[in-house]
């Protein structure tokens, strides 16, 4: 077999490293001392001047914001925890999920409706 009829093989540069997720970069090592900089108890946000509110005061539609993150999230936030209160970046976040939970949940029961 000459060497033009063996299929051309072309190599393929290797993949560059994944850099880490912007998850994964925001993965910080928890200690009790960093608790007390802690100024958002769901984003872990530490700057002081942050913008937040109760997670026990009302949101959107419900008596209180801890219920929406609970059934969004499954994150129980307890009232004698390091810290109770959410950011606005957070709430922002928090707006939009519940939205789409309501929307998903609204469409699930009116087709259950209909197969009644
Ligand atoms: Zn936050």
Known sequence: MKEE???KITMLKAAPARKASAQQQQTRTL?????????????????????????????????????IVRTCFGVDIDEEQFCTDVCEQCLV????????????????????DLYR
């Open 5 to 7: 009829d063996l299929p």
């Open 31 to 67: 200690t009790v001392e960093s608790l007390r900089r802690i100024v958002c108890c769901l984003c872990f946000e530490t700057k002081a001047d942050v913008a937040r509110v109760s997670a026990f005061g009302a949101f959107a539609d419900q008596t209180f914001l801890s219920d």
């Open 93 to 112: 976040q928090i707006e939009i999920t519940w939205q789409f939970y309501r929307k998903v949940n609204a469409n699930a029961s009116a087709l259950k």
